[in-house]
């Protein structure tokens, strides 16, 4: 490998123009996550630390850089959705992640319309192609070197129901070319996974 450079991460020294590290780490799947607060304020936003965790039980991840609403939320009802973020929405997935008061329907803002899940007291996007309703199983902040927690709450949930559209079932099976769901790239880049293969396990 040719290096262009190597930086350590305390000095953040790396001479380039922009932070390369959430680059390197791509792409990275969104997380719309859909909330509501205690006194029924509806809440949607993008995380892109976000992933599947497990599917025995089905549980995923995402982490708040600040506590945001989002948190806050959950905290107070112990639930949430994620919506699938796909290539259709894109725009909206972006007007939703503008930094309103607490009291703003980001639904409202980006045009989406809201619907509150089956099992849970939560809102997901009711033009998305599939949606999770999540039971938040855990909190924490995660520590740095130093032991000293930082500043990011990483929110763990498990997956009590799952909403399909047919307009992505082929076969049996999700057709992601279809879906097109977004990925982040890093800066301010994002990709569509539409160009898909297929790939088999070898066998030993």
């Known amino acids: 490998m040719a290096e262009a450079c190597f930086y350590e991460t305390a000095t953040n020294d790396h001479g380039l123009a922009h932070d390369p590290f959430k680059a390197i780490v791509a792409p990275r799947p969104i997380g719309w ?3 509501r607060a205690a006194d029924g304020t509806r809440n949607l936003a ?7 965790v497990s ?7 995402f982490s708040s850089s600040g506590h945001k609403h989002s948190v806050a939320n ?9 919506s699938l973020a796909s290539c259709n929405l894109a725009e909206a997935m972006n007007a939703s992640s503008v930094a309103v008061p607490r009291d703003a329907d980001e639904f409202s803002l980006a045009g989406l319309t809201p ?7 939560a809102p997901y996007v009711g033009e998305a192609y599939a949606a999770l ?3 938040m199983t855990q909190i924490l902040r995660p520590l740095d070197l130093d032991g000293n927690e930082t500043d990011n709450w990483v929110v763990f949930g498990q997956v009590v129901g799952i909403h399909i559209s047919s307009r992505i079932v082929r ?6 070319a279809v879906a097109r769901p977004l990925g982040r790239m890093g800066y301010m880049d994002y990709c ?7 790939m088999l396990r070898p066998k030993a």
């Open 55 to 61: 599917d025995r039980p089905k549980l995923v991840v």
């Open 171 to 176: 076969d049996g099976r999700l057709d992601m």
């Open 74 to 82: 959950i905290e107070a009802t112990g639930v949430f959705t994620c």
């Open 115 to 121: 619907v509150t899940g089956r099992l849970v007291d």
């Open 133 to 135: 309703e999540c039971r």
């Open 192 to 198: 569509e996974a539409s160009d898909v293969f297929e």
């Open 46 to 52: 993008p995380y892109s630390f976000f992933n599947a």
């Open 33 to 35: 996550i859909g909330t």
